[in-house]
């Protein structure tokens, strides 16, 4: 049977909802995670991978599902509950409704008092056709807000807990590739000398910028990252890196996954990598990117010049 451009495109999405997974599934690992706590979160500056571990409560809570409108409004508790753990689907009455792929809670701080809620987000477009911090910001808002009633009440806000969205970005372009991006809340005087200590610091964005070259980055997590979620690495050099440069411990799962993850990157056609150069090109242009910026992303002429035929 002669494979047609639809079955081609059907068994790419295969191999690439299955990647997705594959990765989901690598970052929630608690050796993983504790590196981007260390690596990310001032309040584990200075903590090893094992007291970063024992400072994330219970198991790191998944789903992968998209952004969807929600019908029906979730009622909210008559009184403030205690929670232990995440759930990953955020609602709020009379709003959509939110995926969240990794989140859980941390403890740091002297006897764990300081109360944190993470999420930990794969992405695999660096432009999906809007702005990746501002939807990290949203996705920060949103856990701030779904405090209520919960960490805090709007009679008092003092309860309300820090948040930070950590952003990993794969197949990044060379110009914000090996780079790691925080964006916070800061006061700006705009008159007078006012000077009071108030508490703004309650949401953190964390950009993490990875490709295939940033393998080999002087900056730990970074290099850590991009091995771990290699496409092209081969198996055996990825689980010895990991191992002995890392020193993330090669469990029964976690080493299932690196395998599954190189076979599906052997599975992913070649021209389906250039049919995604040829999309993010075609969505550069038509975001009105000129052709200097979009050659400092990683791309050629020739692949411009070909995109600007197609969509005449």
């Known amino acids: 049977m002669r494979e047609t451009y639809l079955s081609r495109k059907v068994k790419e999405a295969g191999y690439e909802a299955q990647y997705n997974n594959v990765v989901i599934n690598l970052l929630k690992s608690k050796h993983v995670l504790a590196n981007i ?17 024992a400072a994330i409560e219970g198991e790191p809570k998944v789903q992968i599902a998209p952004v969807e409108p929600v019908l029906r409004s979730k009622k909210k508790a008559a009184k403030p509950e205690a929670i232990s753990g995440e759930a990953t689907d955020s609602i709020l009455e009379g ?10 809670t941390t403890f740091a701080g002297e006897h764990g008092s300081v109360k944190l809620f993470v999420d930990v987000e794969a992405q695999k477009d660096y432009y ?3 702005d990746l ?9 949103r856990m701030i807000s779904e405090q209520i009633d919960t960490e805090f009440t709007t009679k008092c806000y003092d309860g309300v807990k820090k948040v930070y969205s950590i952003w990993i970005c794969l197949n990044c372009p060379k110009y914000v590739a090996n780079s790691i991006v925080k964006y916070s809340l800061k006061p700006e005087n705009i008159y007078g000398a006012y000077s009071k200590e108030n508490r703004y610091d309650i949401m953190d ?54 395998n599954q993850m190189c076979n599906l990157g052997e599975g992913i056609a070649e021209n389906a990598r250039k049919e995604e150069r040829m999309r993010v090109i075609t969505t550069m242009i038509q975001n009105g990117c000129t052709e200097d910026v979009i050659l400092k992303g990683g791309f050629v002429q020739e692949e411009i010049e070909k995109v600007k035929v197609e969509i005449k």
Do not use: W
């Not at 706590?37 to 571990?53: D, S």
């Not at 980055?217 to 990825?238: V, Y």
């Open 133 to 141: 911090v501002t939807r990290g910001v949203v996705y920060g808002a």
């Open 205 to 258: 964005i964390v950009m993490i910028y990875l490709s295939e070259e940033t393998i080999m980055s002087e900056n730990e997590l970074i290099g850590m990252l991009s091995t771990l979620l290699s496409a092209k690495m081969a198996a055996d050099k990825k689980k010895d890196r990991l191992e002995n440069k890392y020193g993330l411990p090669m469990t029964k799962d976690v080493e299932e996954e690196v």
């Open 95 to 104: 709003t959509g409704r939110l995926c969240f792929d990794i989140r859980f």
């Open 37 to 53: 706590l260390i690596g990310t979160m001032k309040e584990f500056k200075g903590y090893t991978a094992e007291q970063a571990i």
């Open 128 to 130: 999906p056709g809007y």
